[in-house]
């Protein structure tokens, strides 16, 4: 069975804040977030909604997604998710 990893754009409610992150396992992280489990930005800015994803084979390929997504400027990320989730609904919700 091969293993995934998720390079992942997550919001608030009101979709002003965005953060970037990476996992192997999308739904435990979001439960994380949501519940505010891990302190931190997460927490501190009710980071709850995921907004973006990408599935990567290796850990190595999802990391470098995140830092290079991590590295552009806001508009470049909206447009981002935008490409894939024009409403900004959370994709959690669908799975």
Same mark, same amino acid.
């Given at each position: 069975?091969? !293993?995934? &990893? &998720?390079?992942y754009i997550a919001t608030n409610k009101t979709n002003t804040v965005l953060y970037t992150g990476v996992t192997n396992?999308? +739904?435990?992280?979001m439960y994380q977030h949501g519940h505010k489990l /891990?302190?931190?930005f997460t927490?501190? &800015?009710n980071i709850n909604k995921l907004v973006y994803y990408e599935v990567f084979n290796t850990p190595n390929e999802a990391i470098a !997604?995140? +830092?290079q997504i991590k590295g552009w400027?806001? /508009?470049k990320k909206i +447009?981002? /998710?935008k490409s894939k989730n024009s409403e900004f609904k959370d994709l959690m919700i669908d799975e």
């Open positions: 069975m091969q !293993a995934h &990893y &998720y390079t396992n999308l +739904k435990r992280r /891990i302190s931190g927490s501190k &800015y !997604a995140e +830092k400027i806001r /508009i +447009k981002l /998710i």
